[in-house]
């Protein structure tokens, strides 16, 4: 068997040469899943930067619409959190793995039917809840604001898409399982439970908090995290042309991972009224973090190491690999904020946002984009209208991720050490953070921008609108040669309009 | 096959564990947790105020835990004179404790602010009684009417002139003001007489 030989190829990489057409076969099978995760996750994308932006705006203009009860800061903001948690990144996570899921399984999608199913429903799920929030029937439990009507249409949905990839994964063709496999497979494991296990009717007073952090930081860690590492393990090597350093290490990554991170969320209540155990305890896991983060990071680094002016071209790797080095560093931070003295500082300021939004967003969403630039020429055998646009994408976002946790990581250390500090005024510290929060406002103007140009494109290439466009879409012309491991006679390229290489 | 019941086994043992410590066990351990003095279950008005805490978001702005001497300085900033206790939330069934500091912690406003007038002012026209502040106002918490229409039983708020209506007009609170005030006016820590000797050990 080429695959278990090969064990850090891609399956479908191992045997570049062999058939191409089970590739276009699969691919086709996952056209319309593909197609209403990703166009969905795109609209809530837009629809929660805009309400990111009004939350934000607030801070400059407090007596901005304060008379509509439903455009209230307290409303807007989990309205915000909720659309892009559940409705943005948990779509386009769907839709990616998907894809990802059949590729590497060598099968046809099973069960199309559940999956357009649980788009709608999953749809029909955050509409309700965001509207629920907005109108005032927030249940007040960061990150699982919305009423439990919105939960009673994501849950099934969910349960939809574990069916369909269980019966996907029972007639699979390939043998040998490759890591982003494993992740996936975890991941829609986890997920589901963590739901369910939030919702139960059990919890109240301190216990609902250790629950929470427990829920709210495994939603991101095992559910949101899994199809981010799941694509860049596949990207990476896939558009380099070159296996995963080692697969060793992606294995103990794995493992490390699964044990260490979800008792780590609890840290978000050190130093307060908690059993001193349970933050003893996340801590101590926080810190063992460390281990995982390095080991991928090396991974990928190794794998990408000479290969670095690709980057030039391919908007994938362009995308995937800004992903995957904010991944190290969202890590590494979240184990250096473990610690009680960092923590004592950091906690309950703008410090804590900018770390969250370079996980949700510097790692997840820009891996998601990076793959949702892969999978869609594929999925609608059409091409990305502009690379232009692609660029003005990637710069707008790019540029904007990192002006945003930049000013809002300086101005949070600035109002931490102000609190510890009992002789500066509360409103002095207030009036210290406002010119961050300006920073914030114009970088979430740029993010929006980018994602408005975003699903443009996205929309041109779903209706496939235009000209048909040549071949791949690159930033610049490629050298000859760059991308030759794929699709050696140039013939894929023109069966399969691709934006990378290969089918 | 054996691979793939490998995978989702370790994940499911992984998730199964953390989730029977940290969700499961200290509902355990703190299930025979006494309130603390003067901690008591809320009335049907504070209830409804609290209701109105949680649609509105405060908590995205406000936390409701004080920290002990020795981590941060809550209580030297005058936000309580202890640090908060589990025993301080048993009747609190969505809990608020926060993550965010925007505002100052609220768990002991009712002792440094009792004042009602201040509250609605407050809740009203955040900037009327705190320049500067980027605290959102509620005006829909309150009702414009001519002074003429108000009845005895309604409570007007006193503002300064640069926020006051025009005219005649004045701003009366609505119930859903005063029941937020009420449920303010619960977060109290009274002292307690163990020495701190809890704070450094829960």
């Not at chain 1, 779509?91 to 788009?119: D, E, H, I, N, P």
């Not at chain 2, 009366?172 to 003001?177: F, N, R, S």
């Amino acid at each position: 068997m080429p695959d278990d030989a090969s064990p850090g190829v891609p399956p479908d990489v191992a045997d570049a040469n062999a058939d191409v057409d089970w590739r276009r076969v699969v691919d086709a099978s996952t056209r319309w899943p593909v197609i209403a995760f990703v166009v969905s996750a795109t609209a809530w994308l837009v629809i929660g930067s805009l309400l990111a932006l009004i939350a934000s705006f607030k801070f400059q203009f407090p007596d901005w619409w304060t008379h509509q009860a439903w455009l209230t800061f307290g409303r807007v903001r989990p309205a915000h959190l909720n659309t892009m948690i559940y409705g943005w990144i948990s779509m386009a996570g769907v839709g990616v793995s998907a894809w990802l899921w059949a590729r590497l399984l060598k099968t046809r999608l099973q069960g199309r039917w559940m999956l357009l199913l649980s788009a709608a429903l999953w749809n029909l799920g955050v509409l309700v809840g965001t509207i629920g929030i907005l109108a005032g029937y927030s249940r007040a439990i960061e990150w699982v604001e919305m009423p439990y009507v919105a939960f009673a249409f994501i849950v099934p949905a969910m349960l939809l898409v574990v069916a369909s990839f269980i019966q996907t994964l029972w007639q699979r063709h390939a043998r040998h399982l490759y890591i982003s496999v494993w992740y996936l497979g975890a991941a829609i494991l986890w997920g589901p439970l963590l739901v369910i296990a939030i919702l139960l009717p059990i919890y109240s007073g301190i216990p609902e908090a250790t629950a929470n952090w427990w829920y709210a930081h495994n939603i991101l860690g095992l559910w949101i995290t899994p199809p981010g590492l799941a694509a860049a393990y596949y990207f990476i090597p896939k558009v380099i042309g070159r296996p995963v350093h080692s697969y060793h290490l992606s294995y103990l990554g794995f493992w490390t991972l699964a044990l260490f991170y979800n008792w780590a969320g609890v840290h978000h209540l050190v130093g307060g009224p908690v059993p001193q155990w349970v933050a003893t305890v996340s801590i101590v896991f926080s810190a063992m973090m460390i281990i995982p983060v390095i080991v991928v990071a090396v991974n990928h680094h190794l794998t990408v190491v000479g290969h670095f002016e690709k980057l030039k071209y391919s908007p994938t790797l362009r995308f995937v690999v800004f992903g995957a080095m904010s991944y190290t560093a969202v890590s590494l931070q979240g184990s250096l904020q473990s610690f009680r003295y960092w923590q004592e500082v950091t906690h309950f300021t703008h410090y804590t946002i900018a770390h969250s939004h370079l996980g949700v967003y510097a790692f997840a969403t820009m891996i998601a984009f990076g793959a949702i630039y892969y999978i869609m020429p594929r999925v609608t055998e059409w091409e990305w209208g502009s690379k232009r646009l692609v660029s003005l994408h990637f710069w707008t976002t790019g540029l904007g991720i990192g002006a945003y946790f930049t000013a809002l990581t300086i101005g949070g250390v600035i109002q931490g050490f102000q609190m510890l500090n009992p002789d500066v005024a509360f409103l002095d510290i207030v009036d210290d953070t406002k010119p961050w929060l300006i920073v914030r406002s114009v970088s979430g103007t740029l993010m929006t921008i980018g994602h408005l140009v975003f699903a443009y494109l996205l929309v041109q290439i779903v209706l496939k609108r235009g000209e048909r466009p040549e071949g791949p879409t690159y930033f610049h012309p490629v050298p000859e040669g760059t991308f030759a491991h794929v699709g050696g006679d140039g013939s894929r390229s023109v069966r399969t309009p691709s934006a990378d290489q290969d089918g | 096959m054996t691979r793939i019941a490998l995978i989702f086994l370790g994940a499911f043992a992984a998730i199964a564990m953390s989730f029977t410590a940290l969700a499961l066990l200290p509902r355990m351990q703190l299930s025979t947790i006494e309130p603390t003095p003067g901690t008591t279950d809320y009335t049907y008005d504070e209830q409804l105020g609290r209701e109105v805490y949680l649609r509105e978001g405060c908590i995205y702005c406000h936390s409701q835990q004080v920290r002990p001497e020795g981590f941060g300085a809550d209580i030297r900033r005058g936000w309580g004179g202890r640090g908060s206790r589990p025993g301080d939330y048993v009747f609190d069934e969505t809990h608020q404790l926060g993550t965010m500091r925007t505002g100052p912690d609220l768990h002991d406003i009712a002792s440094r602010q009792p004042s009602r007038d201040w509250h609605l002012a407050h809740l009203y026209q955040p900037r009327s009684v705190s320049p500067g502040s980027v605290m959102p106002a509620y005006p829909y918490l309150f009702e414009v009417k001519k002074k003429s229409n108000v009845m005895a039983s309604e409570v007007t708020v006193p503002l300064s002139p640069e926020y006051a209506p025009p005219g005649d007009s004045v701003v009366v609170a609505t119930e859903e003001a005063l029941a937020l005030y009420d449920y303010l006016m619960t977060l109290e820590l009274e002292p307690l007489n163990d020495g701190g000797a809890q704070d450094a050990a829960n």
